[in-house]
């Protein structure tokens, strides 16, 4: 098992982990999918392990439910207690976001896992994300 700090969210059964650094935005965006009806995973420390060729992700016993919201607090809500990941969301500044990538991989535990740099800020970084997740799921596909 690994522990890394990222925040952990599912989306329509894919496993969408958010990493940047401290202050970027991570629990920010995660909050704003999950009033779209993303489902908590984790936030702020994540537990990886390798489970059968995936990458599973679940929440620390000891912040199981907790999403920190700036200006509001730490708040108690549902989570999923694991998922598998499909997809690592790099939070970037807009100018650091490639306007065509060609679908970047990164690897967790030499496991390759689709990666999507993302503004965290911009009004359409959650439907990019959600856009993400719908790819890795089968549902859309890119011109190639």
Do not use: W
Not at 11 to 37: E, H, P, T, W
Not at 42 to 60: E, N, Y
């Amino acid at each position: 098992m690994e522990q890394i700090h990222a925040t952990c969210i599912e989306i329509d059964g894919i496993g969408v982990l958010i990493r940047g650094a401290s202050g970027s935005g991570k629990s920010d965006l995660a909050l704003r999918l999950i009033d779209a009806g993303a489902q908590l995973v984790a936030d702020d420390r994540v537990d990886l392990r390798l489970d059968g060729g995936k990458i599973s992700a679940s929440p620390p016993h000891e912040i199981a439910g907790m999403l920190e919201v700036r200006g509001v607090g730490i708040l108690k809500m549902a989570f999923k207690a694991e998922t598998s990941i499909g997809v690592v969301v790099e939070l970037v500044a807009a100018e650091n976001v490639e306007r065509l990538p060609e679908a970047p991989l990164c690897h967790y535990m030499e496991v390759p896992v689709r990666l999507v740099s993302v503004a965290p800020f911009e009004a359409s970084a959650p439907a990019k994300v959600r856009l993400a997740a719908a790819l890795v799921a089968g549902r859309g596909s890119l011109v190639s």
